[in-house]
């Protein structure tokens, strides 16, 4: 059953909790923001690169993906999102996005205008400091990826990005000790790690046949952990988890 809002925002508190010393009017403040639910189909915006942000969105239920496309239209998936992800914290200080946000299944958002974002960080700036901390560690993805295209072999590229699913799906109570649920179309794994969709293909079939994955149409199993962080060279050093965990 999907997560309401209440349950992602006391999730979402519990975080902020081992990121500053919150208090109660800190808890207060962030439950009383104006949100507004929506629903989106997949494929849909959230950010539009080179539009001006209204509000920053919650991630309720459901997934999204921060991409960038090239003068010729070839997309490059940047990182992906998952319920209790504040998206686009970022647009709530530049005047302008610089990357496109789009909704990768059926997702609930809770959307905050960013005029009472800014607000809220001005008022509260323990809260302010969680905050920034989220964007801190959205820079340390985005490192950690570009690191994961440039230096690993397509065996090493995809089983990071297994790894980094099964660890922040896990924290999103998405992700059994079977496995998990991945909602993402061969496309969408070539355009995370550079690849072609014929590459991808050939690359899980190989980690299937090595015994790192097995697959049940989109339900990933991890038989051994370990060996798939062996092969991915995962370390979830850049996730901070020690920050992070629910």
């Known amino acids: 059953m999907p997560d309401t ?28 923001l104006p949100f507004t639910l929506r629903s989106l189909e997949p494929g849909q915006w ?10 920053s969105a919650l991630i309720v239920s459901g ?27 970022e647009g709530s200080l530049l005047s302008v996005a610089d990357h496109t946000v789009q909704t990768l299944t059926q997702a609930e958002l809770a959307l905050v205008p960013v005029g009472a974002l800014r607000q809220l960080m001005t008022d509260r700036p323990l809260l302010a400091q969680a905050m920034w901390i989220d964007t801190l560690i959205d820079a340390a993805v985005a490192r950690e990826w570009i690191v994961n295209v440039g230096q690993r072999d397509a065996r090493g590229r995809i089983a990071h990005i297994l790894c980094e699913f099964a ?14 649920e991945l909602p993402v179309t061969q496309e969408h794994l070539a355009d995370a790690t ?14 299937e046949r090595e015994g790192l994955v097995k697959r049940l149409k989109r339900f990933i199993a991890i ?3 370990e060996k798939l962080k062996s092969a991915a060279g995962f370390n979830e050093l850049y996730l901070h988890l020690d920050q992070v965990s629910a």
């Open 167 to 180: 660890c922040r799906l896990r924290l999103a109570g998405l992700s059994g000790d079977d496995g998990y």
């Open 5 to 32: 809002l209440q349950q992602v925002l006391e999730r979402m508190l519990r975080r902020f909790a081992l990121r500053a010393p919150l208090v109660q009017q800190d808890r207060d403040a962030l439950f009383d």
């Open 223 to 225: 038989p051994d952990w």
């Open 63 to 89: 997934l999204a993906y921060r991409h960038k496309s090239t003068i010729d239209g070839d997309r490059q998936i940047l990182s992906f999102h998952v319920p209790g992800d504040f998206v686009d914290l």
């Open 194 to 207: 550079g690849l072609t969709t014929v590459h991808v293909s050939r690359t899980l079939m190989t980690l």
């Open 46 to 55: 959230l950010i539009r690169e080179g539009n001006s942000a209204t509000n």
